[in-house]
């Protein structure tokens, strides 16, 4: 099955900084790489998404990059604010097989204010 | 949007019983749920996979005779946990497909004393 690495696992920045977190997959058929952030205790919520067939997609303070050729996506937050504290997970899916995502292990992000 | 119901948002039972864990579809007919399991400060594990109708397809390592999926509808999944031991606490999450929005529950939180 497909494997996704995520790093780094523990992120702190200042308010106002710039946060990248960086995601690995190893099957080349992938083609969906959602986002989570995940407050604690709480159901993840999708906050950015890109397919396979676009390179760069930006909501926001928020921004997805991806390269396929190298299999590694990563997120872009801009201007971050304590309330982006949380933890975030990168996620890849396979057509076909609907919301089946494997999961990275999570970078838990703190905003200083 | 797509809502995923999840019931009990949180269990505490005690080792050796079962606990029945529910997931439904609200607004639309979910063809297939995946159930996941999450352990404190981890990632979010793809235990099983369930289509409306037929056997779960259970991930390496998840033994079936433990967690018992049943999708006997296109709008209800549960996971029984049986014979629960403390090792089985964690937070269960089920996510339905096809969903807009890639739609999780709320999650379960399972403590087994």
């Known amino acids: 099955g497909e494997n996704v690495e995520q790093h780094p696992s523990t992120l702190s920045v200042q308010e106002g900084d710039s946060a990248v977190i960086k995601c690995t997959y190893s099957?080349?058929?992938?083609?969906?790489f959602p986002w989570y952030k995940q407050e604690l205790g709480k159901r993840p919520q999708l906050i950015i998404d890109?397919?396979?067939?676009?390179g760069e997609k930006k909501d926001q303070r928020i921004a997805v990059t991806l390269n396929k050729t190298a299999k590694h996506f990563s997120l872009h937050i801009t201007e971050t604010q304590p309330e982006d504290s949380a933890v975030y997970f990168c996620?890849?899916?396979?057509?076909?097989?609907?919301?089946?995502?494997?999961f990275g292990t999570g970078t838990s992000l703190t905003v200083i204010p | 949007g797509a809502v995923v119901s999840q019931h009990p948002s949180w269990v505490i039972c005690k080792s050796g019983t079962s606990v029945k864990i529910e997931c439904r579809s609200l607004?639309?007919?979910?063809?297939?749920m995946f159930w996941y399991r999450q352990f404190p400060k981890q990632s979010l594990m793809l235990m099983a996979t369930?289509?409306?109708?037929?056997?779960?397809?259970?991930e390496q390592g998840v033994e079936k005779d433990k967690f018992l999926i049943n999708h006997a509808s296109l709008t209800l999944s549960t996971l029984t946990v049986t014979s629960a031991h403390p090792e089985d606490s964690s937070f269960y999450i089920c996510?339905?497909?096809?969903?807009?929005?890639?739609?999780f529950g709320s999650g379960t939180r399972l403590t087994v004393v």
């Open positions: 369930s289509n409306e109708g037929s056997k779960a397809t259970y």
């Open positions: 099957d080349s058929a992938s083609n969906y």
């Open positions: 607004d639309f007919q979910a063809t297939t």
């Open positions: 996620a890849a899916s396979m057509p076909n097989t609907g919301n089946q995502f494997y």
């Open positions: 890109i397919r396979s067939n676009v």
């Open positions: 996510s339905a497909a096809p969903g807009a929005g890639y739609t």
